[in-house]
């Protein structure tokens, strides 16, 4: 299903993006402004991911590195294309489209602004589903599309390609290096494929699901509905499996550290009327969630942890001392579950000795 | 004046490499091994500066990272070529001879190695005169070249391109990040340029002088002369400033860190028979000697330390307590005492609030 997206459809866009970002994937703030700049009175043709040719070459394109560092080192608006045309150049390829590596946070928005100013489709889909930490945590990786060569753009011109042949994770290892002295910030492509392995390993429609989800939490607030109500609506219309509400709280503290190129930390929530406490642990996103001491939702599902007051997700560099917060779970889609999917962004991925249990199950 | 190198020159040129390695460059003993089983009982071409032809494509070839990594973390010995074949690809040229960046050290060895393995001539030259620690210290990038693109390879077969445009302080600040991720060291190319640029930046026959001073302490220590003479003697017909004996003595104290990427520290020295004492700092190579608190030498001036009975020169990774040593200085040729080379690899880049004088007036 072929649409057009302006201007106008950028804040709802920011908004679902950061629900699906599950605390991370950088500002979509700031990535709506990057947007709305490259847009202008234009607009980006998107593409269903049924439409792609099985021969294109589409490009994944996105911003890496540590949400707050992200938050207050903006990029001059530039790199996102530079890191593609260095990619084509490499590969000797053109691309025929771009698209989304994570469909939360500011790389909702990155391929929007190369769209906008190459004049290239952009693809309804992604590879992750929400939003992850680090390079290899992707269904293409999964389901064997190599993220080599990668290219990467800086602020001053500068750009640097890597190539770890199948390599993902050495891939993701080097990159995070590069961009820590690019100054915590840098724009790349990579898992670029042609249109027959996107359609094999993309989760399909994730732009248009936050396209949704972020008219759905406007249309809550102008009705005085809750939120988590009308995402739970969305979202059963989605492929995900359904939205679970996890605590209602505010929160007493946050330790956060910027380290190694990633905003670390953990979250303590306590209950309104009772001494029921949820920690959520992060690295760039929410990894988990326990309540008292269990285990209520485990990455890859999504920890989405809302304002109570406007309905919209708040980022783990965004969390404060106070802050009054609903706290959900959002089943991810079958393809992010299989053994596969689990081995490159499941529990054990992080270093976690949980093992993944469906938050439909947990919570 | 072309000649031929084999298997047999190398203990010379690794014994003469180390004396202007000026106690960094990597351990020459390691390139030794290197080249030779890569030359095995062929040979390679050296040609003269003024051979090369005006419109070839040379590339200089190198290791970088840590000594004290690189003494313990050998190579596999595909990188260097594959640093070579990444850059080749990427600019879209064939090189048509090699070259040394610097002519202490291990980095007198690989240029050899990529040789050996495709048959390229090297050109008896290089862009230090000695050694120094950053890619963006040589007469290259004083004298006009761009070192971007560079090429890197690492042990697992990953490659990493690096291009920063004219800005060589920052290739240097970004490689080095990626050096460290490749484990602390890696092989690269870079500095690129065509004959006529090497003509114009490289300081000619140091890969000679290296053969000449080995050959000369080999010499010396079979006719019990001393190895400052027969350095000296050398060092005279080269077009260096010649050399100054600095301090007899003993190591008292070495203090030593790997740091960003670098092998930095602090040596004292005893004298023998009287109180006075020389301290020596160091960031991979030896930068300042201070005798009872008076410079008495300073990059890019050579310090060298040589065990005082096998006149060996040791690197600044094997200093030990207890070590018998006689220090000495050489003066650079002119072309490193310019204003370009002194801001380029002078005292102040490296944060040192000394002037350079030349240690023919300081000692």
Redesign the interface.
Known sequence: MTFTLSSSDLLDLSVGAAVLGTGGGGDPHIGRLMARRAIGSGHVRVLGLDDVDDDWFVVPCAQMGAPSIGAEKLPNGAEPVQALR?LET?VGRTADAVVAVECGGINSMIPLVVAAQTGLPVVDADGMGRAFPELQMKTFAAYGVSGSPMAMA?E??????????G?NA??E??A???T???GGVAHISEFSMDGRDLKRTAIPGTLTLGLTIGRAVRRARTEHRPVSEALAEVVAESGYAGVRSLFNGKIVDVERTVDAGFTKGRARFRAFESAAELVVDFQNEFLTARLDGELVCVVPDLICVLDSETGEAITTDRLRYGQRVQVLGIGTPPVMRTEAALAAFGPAAFGLDTPFVPVEQLA
């Open positions: 260095t490499y800086g001053f011109g500068e750009t640097s390609i890597i190539d770890t042949g390599d050495r891939m290892w080097l995070r290096g590069v820590m002295r690019m």
